[in-house]
């Protein structure tokens, strides 16, 4: 089973509107990062937020993280159409060496 | 500029045939891997190499081989395709295996028929 899940697999909002969306994992991180995806491209690296931190800012992105939930959410505000992507979360672990392992992601649809 | 370069950006393949996809970076990063997007999977590890020099089997090796040639290039190789290898294919380095983000190449989109 995957590592990380992202919640909901899919999300439309209105241009202005702030869109949040949720990770859960299941083994201890030493780090969790968050990636944008547009369609037919490659994954962008958004904001990386360390087992030790709860809370980063990057812009118009929040990002938070409970390592006792094993959880991370990424918000983002004041949404354009530009943010119409795909996101995923993905953790940075140790499995017999140092690996990120991504989750299934979210898409995000921003209406206009 | 240029980041991760991956070639070719598309590609059929009957199967039993084999090919290289090819990748190179030049942020003198010092680990690189090889993942496959399928829908619905999210990115699996293929293969990676923490350093030059060094290879390992990822989540999903089977069918695959990998070549660290250098620094810079990091080549995956697929000695007889199957059609359960059509994906996309992504590259990605960084400048150590943890604590770093990782930076992608643009894909290169396999169908084997």
């Known amino acids: 089973s995957q590592q990380g899940e992202e919640d909901p697999q899919a999300l439309s909002i209105q241009e202005g509107e702030n869109a949040t969306m949720n990770c859960s994992y299941k083994?201890?991180?030493?780090?969790l990062q968050w990636y944008r995806q547009n369609s037919g491209r490659g994954l962008v690296h958004l904001i990386l937020?360390?087992?030790?931190?709860r809370e980063k800012h990057s812009g118009r992105l929040r990002v938070t993280l409970d390592t006792s939930k094993k959880s991370s959410s990424l918000l983002i505000t004041a949404s354009r159409a530009a943010d119409t992507a795909s996101y995923f979360c993905?953790?940075?672990?140790?499995?017999?060496?140092?690996?990120?392992?991504f989750g299934q992601g979210t898409r995000l649809t921003i209406n206009p | 500029n240029a980041g991760v370069t991956q070639t070719p950006k598309f590609q059929v393949l009957k199967t039993g045939q084999s090919m290289t996809l090819q990748c190179a970076q030049d942020?003198?990063?010092?680990?690189m891997y090889w993942y496959r997007q399928d829908p619905g999977m999210g990115l699996r590890l293929i293969y990676y190499?923490?350093?030059?020099?060094?290879?390992d089997k990822g989540e999903v090796p089977n069918g695959y081989n990998v070549s660290r040639l250098n620094k810079r290039e990091f080549s995956l190789r697929l000695e007889s395709a199957a059609p359960s290898q059509t994906s996309v294919y992504f590259c990605?380095?960084?400048?150590?295996?943890?604590?770093?983000?990782?930076?992608f190449g643009s894909g290169t989109r396999l169908t084997v028929v």
């Open positions: 083994t201890s991180i030493n780090n």
């Open positions: 990605a380095s960084s400048q150590a295996p943890g604590g770093y983000g990782y930076t």
């Open positions: 190499s923490a350093s030059e020099g060094t290879t």
């Open positions: 937020i360390r087992s030790n931190e």
């Open positions: 993905a953790t940075d672990i140790f499995q017999g060496a140092q690996k990120l392992v």
């Open positions: 942020m003198n990063h010092n680990s």
